[in-house]
């Protein structure tokens, strides 16, 4: 029962932060009106360093695949890979040909397949090795020749940052960032750079890899990927928000109580022990994903969607961003300890390989920030972030004021919360209103009921990877979805003095697998006299009420109806 | 689960439905349009198998309309078909006697409130969209040109009729080769002087394709017939020689670019389903349809009737439009 083709679909729904960038503006075939044309990228030669890596295999290469099954890759589109295996080109296919039957979102097409193997190269080499770049640079000028890819390039570093001074010095040696002069016709091609975090580990770090970059590509060259500003429900906030005259009045403290922002991971850190001690959950998650969760929740809003004003919004309200006058009593923090986790008996993080005993990195952190504005003027926004927890689940709450005279009798409204909007980021994308209504019957008893909008009910039936998303963006050369320096380094000013307090002064509390994290982060809300949303049910503050409308997804429950495939996520029969 | 109500009203239908909606635990509430589909009982399965597909990307409430036996007395029969293959509702609906002239009451009842309509021709269009019964129902109205015996009458007809609103299925499977030859107009390229389409003697796609291309490019563009499948090859005349696009096997293009490898672009036919979901997609005016199906009209298409044998030399040539001629 799938369908067929959800290959060749337009651009997703929902796209609410861009305005068509056309390719060529003077491309007469392009109509702004003509929105059955999907905005597809030019010509151009992708150029990828650390195939071998997860993020590769997962995610980019699927993605890449994805977009030429919707037809959104220009003919002639060329993947170079650069890595330090003994590959050919053939070798390099196989793998890519491999990652795509498992993990693209789409159906798999032979034809389409074919399409996107021709411009398939690989160059084998380690990053200080000269003739290696020279190399590579011979095979995307050839690229250039053959298939028309118009000299433009994108460079994808998805590799650690310690490689990046080697590998952007070796681009500017062998002549690879150097767009070159203009053509006859007035065109200069591209050079676009893609970073993926860690954006640094401080503000120093963050500084000095910039730098880094900065030295060789011009700032408006530079993508920094944070894959949450993929994906359609954190580019719906602007919908939602911009788009309707119904939530705008009540955006602010007049009506808002507080904000929770949550991004809770069922999983430990798995194989990333490496990567991870030292690091933790503030740097990993809070100081990139979660710190622009609150921006696109706080920031004023933006004369247009365009980069710059997008961009500006976010910084403004980035800089208002104040810390907790006690770090103490404002931030918690915690270590998974052993326990069990979804049925399953797990390793605490000290005990995890590769990790110290006595480390003190967190696997857990909440922070409450206040935004210093008018519009936000003591309204907290609690954030919270850690590993092995209840559930997976990412979302932006706001939790309104109570009404401020409730005309019932107390006991009427015994089971009555605050009102709250939830924006659900993943999984189950949607929005969930939840307010009070009479419970049917002669009394008047008054519960918390849920009011739900889901993606997968509305719209389509799997929407684009949020890589998919970004890399045609990249490819494009549409920036507004991607934080500039100046966000990176708001982000860690804003960081930065809580990772000092907590190395100076405190250990991590243990709190047990498979929990809502340690004491003290409900100890921070309860000082304040609130409490965190359960990770329970997805959107639920208390157990489910019985629901407004049910999933079409749900498999039938009538017998002799036929089977159901769940639709939404992953799909399983290609 | 399947309820068959004969002899009935969309008062019962109503009901029914929600019976059955409470029976399934509250199914289907996030509708998000309703399609009405108006076919015959030999069209039906395959339309409303399409019409449940593309309903996976847009859920919707799905109304047959079928009329049957229009000397019989009139009477309505109902099938209703939840929780089954679709994630929506669909209800087909046959009408027998004088009833067949007046569906519109039976569907109007039933229509999902608060969210768009849209109404299929699967098979042979009405002269004016719009102003049939059915029609005059729906925001967006989608007939299919090529399922007529001579589709270029049809389209014809439908240029004569439009309203904002009315979409044509040629023009749908229109969009790959539209995406794929502004794509390669994309790249920095020398000027182009003149374009051409070959295809089968009947296909309307064809015919819109030339039509859009003339008119965007204000060039000449000619349309030959070719053995097919669809449409075989797309070409511009330029200064340093033809850029082609040839596709023979309906499945995978390849582009041929003067001093360039040849490169390969997966470019499939679509089914029912996909052009549908895309249809449903964007349900407002498509106002680039309606310019270009309103230059196809400046063209005699009694020209290319004349030259209804299979041939491959005749061509017929869309001018640009009056306004940007020399």
């Known amino acids: 029962m799938n369908m067929p083709n959800a290959g060749t679909r337009g651009p997703a729904p929902a796209n609410p932060g861009v305005i068509a960038a056309g390719v060529d503006p003077d491309n007469p075939l392009r109509d702004p009106r003509d929105r059955r044309i999907p905005r597809v990228a030019g010509p151009c030669v992708m150029v990828m360093f650390g195939v071998t890596g997860d993020l590769a295999r997962k995610k980019l290469m699927p993605a890449l695949y994805d977009l030429a099954n919707r037809g959104l890759l220009p003919p002639g589109f060329s993947l170079v890979g650069f890595a330090r295996r003994d590959w050919e080109d053939e070798d390099f296919a196989q793998i ?16 389409v397949w074919q399409q996107l193997q021709e411009g398939v190269r690989f160059v084998p080499g380690e990053f200080t090795d ?55 016709d007035g065109h200069t091609p591209w050079r676009r750079v893609v970073i993926e975090k860690p954006f640094g580990r401080d503000l120093e770090t963050a500084k000095e890899l910039n730098d880094i970059v900065d030295a060789v590509f011009p700032a408006h060259s530079v993508f920094r990927i944070d894959h949450y500003l993929g994906k359609e429900t954190v580019q719906n906030i602007l919908a939602l928000r911009f788009a309707n005259t119904l939530y705008e009045p009540i955006w602010n403290r007049s009506y808002v109580d507080h904000v929770q922002i949550t991004m809770s991971e069922d999983i430990g850190i798995g194989g990333r022990a490496g990567y991870y001690d030292g690091i933790g959950a503030a740097r990993d998650v809070i100081q990139n994903h979660l710190l622009q969760l609150l921006a696109l929740t706080a920031m004023e809003e933006p004369v247009s969607f365009d980069a710059d004003s997008l961009r500006q919004e976010k910084e403004k309200v980035l800089s208002a961003v104040r810390l907790p006058a006690d770090l103490a009593l404002g931030t918690a923090r915690g270590q998974y300890a052993a326990g069990w986790q979804g049925g399953r008996q797990v390793a605490g993080y000290l005990e995890e390989e590769g990790i110290p005993a006595d480390s003190r990195t967190e696997t857990y952190a909440a922070v409450r920030l206040s935004v210093d504005t008018r519009r936000w003027a003591g309204v907290p926004f609690y954030l919270r972030t850690g590993k092995r927890l209840t559930r997976r689940m990412t979302e932006i709450a706001l939790i309104f004021q109570r009404a401020p005279h409730l005309p019932f009798a107390a006991t009427d409204t015994k089971e009555l919360g605050k009102n709250a909007l939830v924006i659900r980021v993943q999984p189950d994308e949607g929005v969930t209103v939840r307010f009070g209504s009479k419970v049917p019957g002669s009394a008047m008893e008054v519960r918390d009921v849920n009011m739900d909008f889901a993606y997968g009910e509305s719209f389509t039936e799997s929407s684009p990877e ?52 340690p004491a003290s982060a409900d100890a921070m809300m309860a000082r304040d006299g609130r409490a965190w949303r359960r990770l329970l049910s997805p959107g639920g503050t208390t157990p489910r009420t019985p629901r407004l409308r049910a999933r079409w997804q749900k498999p039938p429950i009538i017998s002799g109806a036929q089977g159901n495939q769940g639709l939404r996520g992953k799909r399983t029969g290609k | 689960m399947t309820i068959d109500l004969t002899d009935t009203t969309t008062g019962a239908i109503d009901q029914a439905l929600t019976e059955a909606r409470r029976r399934l635990g509250g199914m289907t509430l996030g509708m998000v349009l309703t399609l009405i589909i108006v076919t015959d009982e030999a069209a039906q399965y395959d339309a409303i198998r399409a019409a449940n597909q593309a309903a996976r990307e847009h859920p919707c409430r799905v109304l047959a309309v079928i009329t049957r036996k229009p000397k019989a007395d009139s009477r309505l029969d109902a099938e209703i078909r939840v929780g089954e293959a679709s994630p929506g509702e669909t209800i087909v609906l046959r009408m027998y006697g004088p009833l067949g002239q007046h569906a519109d009451s039976v569907v109007a009842p039933l229509l999902v409130p608060d969210v768009p309509v849209v109404t299929w021709w699967p098979d042979e269009a009405p002269e004016i969209p719009a102003k049939h019964p059915l029609g005059a129902l729906a925001q967006r109205r989608v007939t299919d040109s090529a399922a007529s015996e001579s589709p270029r009458e049809v389209l014809a007809a439908l240029a004569a009729g439009y309203q904002p609103g009315d979409t044509d299925f040629a023009w749908t499977r229109a969009t790959p080769w539209r995406s794929l030859l502004a794509a390669t107009l994309d790249q920095p390229h020398p000027a182009v002087t003149a374009g051409e389409l070959a295809a089968e003697q009947d296909n309307p796609t064809a015919d819109l394709i030339a039509a859009w291309l003339s008119l965007r490019l204000e060039v000449p563009a000619s349309r030959t017939v070719s053995g097919g499948p669809g449409i075989t090859e797309a070409e511009f005349t330029t200064m340093d020689g033809d850029i082609r696009i040839t596709r023979y096997d309906g499945r995978t293009a390849t582009l041929a670019w003067p001093g360039r490898t040849d490169r390969r672009v997966a470019l499939h036919r679509r089914d029912t389903a996909e052009l549908l979901a895309e249809e449903l997609r964007r349900l407002d005016p498509d106002e680039v349809y309606a310019e270009t199906l309103r230059h196809i009209d400046v063209s005699p298409p009694a020209e290319l009737a004349a030259a209804s044998e299979p041939a ?8 640009p439009a009056a306004e940007f001629g020399e």
């Open chain 1, 130 to 184: 000269d003739a290696a770049f020279d190399q590579l640079a011979a095979t995307v000028r050839q690229l250039d020749a053959e298939r028309g890819t118009g000299g433009n390039y994108a460079f994808y570093l998805s590799i650690p940052p310690k490689f990046f001074p080697t590998v952007v010095q070796q681009l500017k040696r062998s002549g690879l960032s150097d767009p070159g002069p203009e053509d006859a």
């Open chain 2, 312 to 319: 491959t030399d005749e061509q017929f040539v869309s001018e």
């Open chain 1, 96 to 111: 890519t040909y491999e990652s795509v039957k498992e993990y693209a979102r789409t159906p798999f097409r032979d034809t």
């Open chain 1, 466 to 517: 949020a890589y998919e998303r970004l890399i045609l963006d990249v490819l494009i050369g549409d920036p507004p979805l991607f934080p500039r320096q100046e966000e990176v380094e708001l982000s860690w000013r804003i960081l930065d003095p809580i990772e000092q307090f907590w190395a100076e002064n405190t250990k991590p509390d243990q709190y047990a697998s498979g929990g809502a994290g």
